[in-house]
């Protein structure tokens, strides 16, 4: 099964930026927008411009054989383009269709080789209660459907002080998450390539970097004055050291991500089971539709058998009533038709 990772920030804040280190001929981009990239010799990155679900699934199994890095760039606007050409369009089943197309998009990862790494990078957007999550289309997705739940890691973009950053650790208000001890810091340099080498060397993929290698890297991306928001919801800056993680607080958070991979494994199934029975009720309604219409079919079968036994019997009974007519004028004639007598032939009464 491949891997999963969510790159999500607001426009400009280095998403696509960050795949400026990686070596060229290492990394493929399914370029949604079809822009260009936003640093010098992008050109060189193999690239395919499209925001067609199907074609971005199909590349994704094409690309999976010459590339173990795939990043499909601006991810929400398979969503919003699907809706803007769509938009005349009454009623609510294009809403599952868009979310179905988003949802093929994500699972399609699962189907690729372990080693193989896909980066979706999406805007974010908060919700009622100031929750930031992943940019979607109607609520199909964001009541059904966790799409962050389907990824074990979720970056997210930061910009503080001129520094660009990913975060690797939920605030509390976001989705932000990765595995313990993955990254060295809670913000580190958005770096893409870097991203990538350090989940290789934690689930020691074939061809991975040595832990030597990875280790010099993690000093060079470190943020460590970068924090988490303080309860006020100011960011604060590092002043000391960052303390030892405590060896009982790193077992119950452990604890605590098992639970939440079981919660969101319980989501995902339910997930799966939303998608499928929105996706059968367009079929529903045409079946009923068509049973209504054979219904009506077969009513109006008798209405017509009896109409045309009308007409047929309506030339019966009108030779039956010319017969009698005849019938009657030849009695009335027989009894006009007495013949002429002399008058002594008259009989006397």
Not at 183 to 198: G, M, R, T
Not at 275 to 302: F, I, L
């Amino acid at each position: 099964m491949g891997q999963l990772v969510y790159i999500l920030g607001r426009s400009g804040t280095g998403k696509s930026y960050s795949l400026r280190n990686f070596p060229k001929d290492k990394v493929a981009v399914l370029n949604v927008q079809g822009k260009i990239l936003p640093f010098k010799g992008a050109a060189a990155i193999e690239q395919t411009p499209t925001d067609n679900s199907a074609q971005i699934v199909k590349a994704l199994e094409i690309y999976a054989k010459n590339y173990k890095s795939i990043v499909v760039d601006d991810y929400q606007y398979v969503m919003s383009n699907e809706f803007m050409r769509r938009s005349a369009e009454k009623g609510y089943d294009k809403f599952t269709e868009i979310a179905r197309h988003a949802w093929d998009i994500a699972m399609k990862v699962r189907e690729l080789p372990a080693d193989v790494v896909v980066y979706i990078m999406c805007h974010t957007d908060r919700d009622d209660e100031g929750n930031e999550k992943i940019k979607t289309i109607g609520k199909l997705l964001d009541e059904k459907i966790c799409l962050e739940g389907l990824s074990t890691i979720v970056l997210k973009t930061n910009v503080s002080d001129g520094q660009y950053t990913f975060l690797t650790q939920n605030n509390g208000k976001d989705t932000v998450k990765s595995p313990a001890d993955m990254f060295p810091a809670y913000a580190i340099e958005n770096d893409l390539w870097y991203v990538d080498q350090k989940i290789r060397n934690y689930y020691e993929f074939e061809g991975h970097v040595s832990d030597a290698d990875v280790a010099a890297m993690d000093q060079a991306v470190a943020k460590p004055d970068v924090t988490k928001e303080a309860a006020e919801g100011r960011r604060s800056r590092r002043k000391s050291a960052e303390k030892p993680v405590n060896v009982e607080d790193r077992e119950q958070g452990e604890v605590e991500a098992e639970a939440f991979d079981k919660k969101m494994a319980q989501k995902q199934q339910e997930a799966e089971k939303a998608v499928a029975e929105a996706t059968a009720e367009p079929a529903k309604r045409k079946r009923k539709a068509r049973n209504a219409e054979k219904e009506d079919q077969t009513e109006e079968a008798p209405a017509e058998e009896k109409k045309e036994e009308a007409a047929a019997e309506q030339p019966k009974k009108r030779r039956r009533k010319k017969r009698d007519a005849e019938e009657q004028q030849k009695e009335l004639d027989g009894f006009l038709n007495v013949p002429e007598m002399d008058d002594d032939e008259v009989p006397f009464v």
